[in-house]
């Protein structure tokens, strides 16, 4: 066997294989007899069919599979002794000849091999990437503290509705002429004003009394949100999305959650007794745990803004026409327009893999098993705490996060989320933290 490979350019590779017979020959004859040995045909005892009648038989597909074997071998081993960094996989090269598969035929397989781009680590503190510590603005402050006070709060019924009220109503779909109509939708059910969009519906909703009767266009309230129509309506979202009818509005009661009095009973019931006794110190107290909250807000978009600015200082050229051909091999329901649209999020993000691997290669970082199985646990942790109103004991979760990680997929995932996040540690290790403070409200602002 001969393997030879053709340097198209620095990222386009076509391998040559060339098989005789002495190549494929030894383990062909090895599985026709092993074939004889099980083979169920009739006039012929199992286990006693001659190998001359399953060569002629089967040889042909006994060739192919014998030849496929030792081609994916071949050229396997053939990357690894040639250390050859490709992407994707080697594909077919449409040039190749078509065979007649026969037990003496000599063949050539040539494959096309999109090579990885050469490239250097630099990294160093001439790198500064924006770093922010998020401060609470007043309007977040004030907007935390009301919902507090409201969840502490008593619910009144006033006669009167404002803004801020829920409306307890019934709904009943109307036809066109605005009659009742015919097998029509009824729920009773909430409306809460302060979610309705449209401002002229909204209007229409503030200052009605419990008996009061209006109709009501539940898609312009709601912008056309499906979730929300079919959850007010209690019908299927499809059926949501789909509704053109208006509907009668009949108030039943007019509900309103009013805040709790910044009392010293509040605070205790917040934070527990006399450890907070003025306002001052609640707002203090609200201030720093929202800005604690906002630790991690700052750190995923810390990571954000560096993995840009990587793709963007190693804009490496890749072998797009090859990948192209590869991720329609690999995904036979990708459209050429999904290809287009999506190609070239799928080429920054292998970018970032290439320079992340590289880090991990040159630094010698290593990622224990130990490390995965922490990572696993604690997002098994979070995710059974919103399921289970039960604390689950270490040893239960340990459990847990050795069968998740039996998964293939899962196991792999979890390696490549703790490979990135040792990668980010290293990197800001390495690069300047432009430390920036910024008020909350602005950090929803930047692009």
């Known amino acids: ?15 040559k294989i060339n098989i005789k017979p002495e190549d494929y020959l030894p383990s062909v004859e090895k599985a026709i007899k092993a074939q004889a040995k099980k083979a169920k045909l009739p006039g012929f005892r199992e286990g006693l069919v001659p190998v001359s009648h399953i060569k002629k038989v089967y040889g042909k ?15 396997k081993q053939y990357i690894t002794d040639s250390k050859l960094s490709i992407l994707g996989q080697p594909l077919p090269h449409p040039d190749t000849e078509k065979h007649n598969w026969d037990l003496s035929d000599e063949f050539e397989f040539k494959y096309e091999v999109g090579l990885a781009p050469s490239f250097e680590l630099d990294f160093s503190k001439a790198d500064a990437i924006p770093y922010y510590t998020i401060k609470i603005d007043p309007e977040t402050l004030e907007s935390r503290i009301k919902n507090i006070r409201k969840s502490y709060g008593k619910m009144t019924n006033p006669e009167v509705s404002s803004d801020n009220d829920v409306l307890y109503a019934e709904l009943t779909q109307l036809s066109a002429d605005g009659s009742v109509f015919e097998d029509a939708i009824r729920a009773t059910t909430s409306v809460r004003i302060d979610l309705v969009s449209d401002e002229e519906v909204k209007k229409s909703l503030i200052g009605l009394k419990v008996g009061d009767v209006i109709e009501f266009d539940i898609q312009k309230a709601f912008n056309h949100d499906s979730f929300q129509v079919s959850k007010i309506l209690k019908i299927d979202e499809v059926d949501a999305k789909d509704l053109t009818s208006n509907f009668q509005l009949t108030v039943k009661n007019v509900n309103r959650l009013d805040e709790s009095d910044l009392n010293q009973e509040f605070f205790d019931k917040v934070f527990g007794e006399g450890i907070v006794t003025t306002e001052e110190q609640f707002r203090e107290k609200i201030t720093g745990e929202l800005e604690s909250m906002m630790v991690q807000n700052s750190e995923t978009r810390f990571q954000g803004d560096l993995a840009k600015y990587v793709i963007a200082k190693y804009a490496m050229q890749l072998p797009d026409e090859f990948l192209m051909r590869w991720l329609k091999v ?20 292998l970018r970032w893999t290439l320079v992340a691997d590289k880090v991990v290669k040159e630094n010698k970082i290593e990622i224990k098993y130990e490390d995965v199985f922490e990572s696993a646990k604690i997002k098994l ?25 039996q998964n293939q997929e899962s196991a792999s995932k979890s390696f490549d989320e703790v490979k990135t996040q040792k990668v980010f540690e290293y990197l800001k290790s390495v690069i300047t933290l432009d430390r920036q403070e910024i008020e909350y409200n602005k950090f929803l602002l930047l692009d």
């Open 1 to 15: 066997m001969n393997i030879t490979e053709e340097k198209i350019d620095n990222l386009n590779s076509l391998v």
């Open 61 to 75: 597909s006994i060739l192919v599979d014998q030849v496929n074997t030792l081609l994916n071998d071949s050229i």
């Open 330 to 349: 690999t995904n036979k329901d990708l459209s050429d327009e999904d290809l287009q649209k999506g190609y070239d999020d799928f080429a920054n993000n």
């Open 381 to 405: 942790g979070a995710q059974l705490s919103m399921y289970s109103p039960q604390a689950v004991t270490d040893e239960t979760l340990s459990d847990y996060t050795v069968q998740f990680l």
